[in-house]
């Protein structure tokens, strides 16, 4: 009975210790192998941004297009996605990238940039 018992809480500590191992690997791998994009929102007239398009590459090197809301916050940083390259970007009216194209740019996210994890992009 105490062998299965340390043999279960054995199998249960290696399990977590592998899923904590999986889930931090995205954020440290990628401070160095890209970064997040920080939305700064210059750009109210007539129409503040309630979301913003983005599209490049990831970085694992897939080229990927994520919609973030913005919520119309002048800073709002695009959670959850790491870019590396060029990205294009564009800003929209409505929730879900929806309406009217306001202002579609290009930016420039280095692999790397020492202490900072993130870009500033401006819409």
């Given at each position: 009975?105490?062998?299965?018992?340390?043999?279960?809480?054995?199998?249960?500590?290696?399990?977590?210790?592998?899923?904590?191992?999986?889930?931090?690997?995205?954020?440290?791998?990628?401070g160095t192998n890209g970064?997040?994009?920080?939305?700064?929102?210059?750009?109210?007239?007539?129409?503040?941004?309630?979301?913003?398009?983005?599209?490049?590459?990831?970085?694992?090197?897939?080229?990927?297009?994520?919609?973030f809301n913005t919520e119309?916050?002048?800073?709002?940083?695009?959670?959850?996605?790491?870019?590396?390259?060029?990205?294009?970007y564009s800003t929209y009216?409505?929730?879900?990238?929806?309406?009217?194209?306001?202002?579609?740019?290009?930016?420039?996210?280095?692999?790397?940039?020492?202490?900072?994890?993130?870009?500033?992009?401006?819409?």
């Amino acid at each position: 009975m105490i062998t299965r018992k340390k043999i279960l809480t054995a199998a249960a500590a290696v399990g977590m210790a592998f899923t904590c191992l999986l889930s931090g690997a995205g954020s440290a791998a990628a401070g160095t192998n890209g970064q997040k994009l920080y939305f700064h929102q210059v750009y109210s007239q007539p129409h503040a941004t309630y979301s913003v398009l983005v599209q490049g590459y990831n970085e694992q090197g897939r080229w990927v297009t994520g919609c973030f809301n913005t919520e119309g916050a002048e800073w709002k940083t695009l959670d959850g996605w790491w870019w590396v390259g060029q990205v294009a970007y564009s800003t929209y009216p409505f929730y879900n990238c929806q309406g009217t194209r306001i202002y579609s740019n290009t930016a420039q996210v280095p692999k790397d940039q020492g202490s900072q994890d993130w870009v500033v992009i401006q819409g």
